[in-house]
């Protein structure tokens, strides 16, 4: 408790984290604000009857990452989804070597500065895109009408049409925007803060699912029973689904802080009667360094052909019935070892670009040091790219355990997906693994002032 009134002691980190949390209440009320021309009763009804659907999944999943909801007809419907794909698609040029201009460009000392304003640019046209395609599935949904009546016919179907889509494009820009001010004015990533935030207010609603009954709205008399029927929610389960909880959360610290350290050694070098260098320091490698992104990589790939073999399956191709079924998130070890196996691919893949071992054994070069017992350039950048092999390796088996742990208790123990989604899986990773570095930088701050740090004893 000292720890915490040490943090509003001190002016400049009060400013921080009060302006943050400012942002982030503007954020939540935006995402209540609905568009003007959608028939929110209609929307919600055929949402609900969507949960268990592809389109559900698909919905939920999106969301999940995103910051928004496309299941919901506000103004942050899209939420932050566009960005990411921008700057997903300009990492992936500039680091992979497809485009030798921002391969070129990130080297230069303001170059990530320029990459951040291409990023911006690129959002703008995938927001129009995505934005088209949801307008879009409102205003032709044929036996439900999702558009109140005189909107969705003649002049006014265009009209409104492309107005929707300018605000829903807006929405997502202002949110790029606030992120931006977080960065600047506040403290913690603020896309990554968005993220969070939008995950974190759906916990209640998976705690309502769990705990209380739809009808009637009172606690389950099955929570207090052990051995409850079929699809309850008896005792045992609860404390398992705790335990679990507890479980993926040590998991995720655990692994987001682990580091495989290499030593290395700084070259001595006289100046006059001096001599410098020769002091010994460490490399740190992330076990998990492609972070969540091989996870969102797999899930995504995984929808293609669930929306194809369903496609055939509802035109009367009865051979597609088999794999539409397979390709369902809960539908049992078929998917889960596609799953399991495009997690790994993807870790290997993203680790690849976003760590160059020949870049860094150069970097190492430069700067005077090098690894006890290895050659300064290709002999270290072979040592390098061999750990990283066998630390990722590490890393993308928890990706998959937690990845797959949701899909498994919703199958074995009868759990709503909902709840199994939030109280283990990625979705838990992603609110530790932002928890985590707001702490870090608020420590920074701390440590900046001579005060002790959160984690200090």
């Not at 605000?167 to 968005?194: C, H, K, P, R, V």
């Amino acid at each position: 408790m000292n720890k915490l009134i040490t943090i509003f002691r001190i002016p400049e980190l009060r400013k921080k984290i009060l302006f943050t949390a400012l942002v982030l209440i503007i954020y939540r009320i935006g995402y209540y604000i609905p568009l003007p021309v959608i028939n929110q009763q209609e929307l919600a009804k055929s949402m609900a009857n969507a949960q268990s659907s592809t389109l559900g999944q698909v919905l939920g999943f999106v969301s999940l990452f995103s910051g928004g909801n496309l299941s919901n007809g506000c103004i942050f419907a899209l939420g932050i989804m566009p960005y990411i794909s921008a700057s997903i698609i300009l990492q992936l040029l500039s680091s992979s070597g497809l485009s030798p201009y921002l391969e070129k460009l990130r080297k230069e000392p303001n170059g990530q500065k320029k990459i951040n304003e291409y990023t911006r640019y690129l959002t703008v046209p995938i927001c129009l895109v995505q934005a088209f395609f949801w307008v879009s599935a409102f205003f032709d949904r044929g036996d439900v009408q999702m558009v109140y009546p005189g909107y969705g016919t003649g002049f006014n179907l265009y009209f409104f049409g492309f107005a929707s889509v300018l605000i829903l494009t807006a929405g997502t820009l202002f949110l790029m925007w606030l992120g931006e001010q977080i960065d600047e004015y506040g403290i913690g990533n603020g896309i990554s803060l968005i993220i969070m935030a939008g995950i974190v207010a759906r916990i209640p609603d998976a705690t309502k699912i769990l705990l209380f009954d739809p009808i009637t709205g009172d606690i389950k008399e099955s929570l207090f029973t052990l051995g409850a029927g079929s699809g309850d929610i008896s005792f045992e389960k609860l404390l398992l689904l705790i335990a679990l909880f507890i479980a993926v959360v040590v998991g995720v610290i655990a692994i987001s802080k682990a580091q495989r350290r290499i030593p290395t050694q700084s070259a001595k070098h006289v100046k006059g009667r001096r001599v410098y260098g020769g002091t010994r320091n460490f490399l740190p490698l992330k076990v998990n360094q492609a972070g969540v992104m091989p996870v969102i990589f797999a899930s995504s790939l995984l929808i293609i052909p669930s929306f194809f073999f369903r496609f055939l399956a509802e035109r009367g191709v009865a051979w597609a019935n088999t794999p539409a079924q397979s390709f369902q998130r809960n539908s049992g070890y078929v998917y889960n070892i596609l799953y399991v196996a495009l997690i790994y691919f993807f870790c290997y893949f993203w680790t690849a670009i976003t760590f160059n071992p020949k870049e860094m054994a150069n970097n190492l070069k430069d700067h005077g040091s090098f690894i006890p017992g290895y050659r300064p350039g290709k002999k270290t950048a072979d040592y390098l790219e061999k750990v990283l092999m066998r630390i990722t390796y590490v890393g993308a088996a928890f990706l998959a355990i937690i990845a797959i742990i949701p899909s498994i208790i919703s199958t074995e123990l009868e759990v709503p997906f909902q709840v199994a989604a939030f109280y283990g899986g990625t979705g838990l990773l992603i609110v530790v693994s932002v928890c985590l570095d707001l702490v870090q930088k608020i420590n920074s701050h701390l440590v900046m002032r001579n005060y002790p740090g959160l984690t200090d004893d």
